[in-house]
């Protein structure tokens, strides 16, 4: 009983160690900056981490979103038309 007790606390402490790590890179908040849930955080944090491709299509949406704002502030709205037929 007491090496399975003991078992769970490396593991919890093991766990809180890689959360910290992975605060410190940016990839998730747990203690600091931590508005939500520590839970929802890390397993974001651990989506991006195997599943670069998805964190890589947000990035192109937000720039699309930012081309389109910049051309409606130019004047431009052709250009926001064809960003909105894109998506």
Known sequence: MLAVLAAVAAV????????LAMERRGWVYYR???TGS???SALFGLNEVFHP???SAVVERQ???LRGARS???GDP???AEDR???
């Open 12 to 19: 919890a402490y093991g766990l809180h160690r890689a959360l």
């Open 38 to 40: 520590m839970g929802a």
């Open 53 to 55: 491709q998805a964190q």
């Open 78 to 80: 052709d250009d926001v």
């Open 63 to 65: 720039e699309r979103d």
């Open 85 to 87: 037929r894109d998506r």
């Open 72 to 74: 409606t502030a130019a």
């Open 32 to 34: 600091t900056k931590g």
